[in-house]
């Protein structure tokens, strides 16, 4: 099964500075705010098992926001989604990258019980990144350059 990426504050998804109060078995909150859903469902993207994509995808997400920055991510393998009872479905991606919308996921019918649990196996099994900002503007600069974004978005490089 693929993986799932959501892009999130990398920083509340350390789990060192937790763990001395945290109970076992318990999730801080703070990560809980990076899945905000919309209709009981959490957009997500896919994730090549060989990483191929993941910076395409941060890329993607990221450049829609009102200027370039670093940009954290949670990563999961779907097949924990089962155990949890949250259903998977294809939904086109609305970025600018057209290519990378074909990447975009939802997780559907989430309840407040499903998505504190989806937080908790992210927290617990998951892996978190971030494309520092001087990363990203060399990765929308490269997808301007190859054509995987459109020209217009070269005001957004200027740091």
């Given at each position: 099964?693929?993986?799932?990426l959501r892009t999130v504050r990398e920083n509340r998804w350390y789990k060192a500075p937790?763990?001395?109060?945290?109970?076992?078995?318990?999730?801080?909150?703070?990560?809980?705010?990076?899945?905000?859903?919309?209709?009981?469902?959490?957009?997500?993207?896919?994730?090549e098992p060989d990483r191929s994509n993941l910076e395409?995808?941060?890329?993607?997400?990221?450049?829609?926001?009102?200027?370039?920055?670093?940009?954290?991510?949670?990563?999961?393998?779907?097949?924990?989604?089962?155990?949890?009872?949250?259903?998977?479905?294809?939904?086109?991606?609305?970025?600018?990258?057209?290519?990378?919308?074909?990447?975009?996921?939802?997780?559907?019918?989430?309840?407040?019980?499903?998505?504190?649990?989806?937080?908790?196996?992210?927290?617990?099994?998951?892996?978190?990144?971030?494309?520092?900002?001087?990363?990203?503007?060399?990765?929308?600069?490269?997808?301007?350059?190859?054509?995987?974004?459109?020209?217009?978005?070269?005001?957004?490089?200027?740091?």
């Amino acid at each position: 099964m693929p993986l799932l990426l959501r892009t999130v504050r990398e920083n509340r998804w350390y789990k060192a500075p937790a763990a001395a109060w945290l109970e076992r078995g318990d999730v801080p909150a703070d990560p809980i705010g990076d899945l905000a859903t919309s209709q009981n469902a959490l957009s997500v993207w896919q994730v090549e098992p060989d990483r191929s994509n993941l910076e395409r995808v941060v890329r993607a997400v990221a450049i829609g926001k009102q200027k370039v920055d670093s940009a954290g991510w949670v990563l999961f393998d779907s097949d924990l989604l089962g155990p949890l009872g949250i259903g998977l479905v294809e939904a086109p991606g609305g970025t600018n990258d057209e290519a990378a919308n074909a990447w975009h996921r939802d997780l559907v019918d989430l309840s407040g019980n499903k998505l504190v649990s989806l937080a908790r196996m992210i927290f617990e099994r998951g892996e978190s990144g971030t494309i520092p900002k001087k990363r990203m503007a060399q990765l929308i600069e490269d997808g301007i350059r190859n054509n995987e974004l459109p020209d217009s978005l070269r005001g957004r490089l200027e740091l």
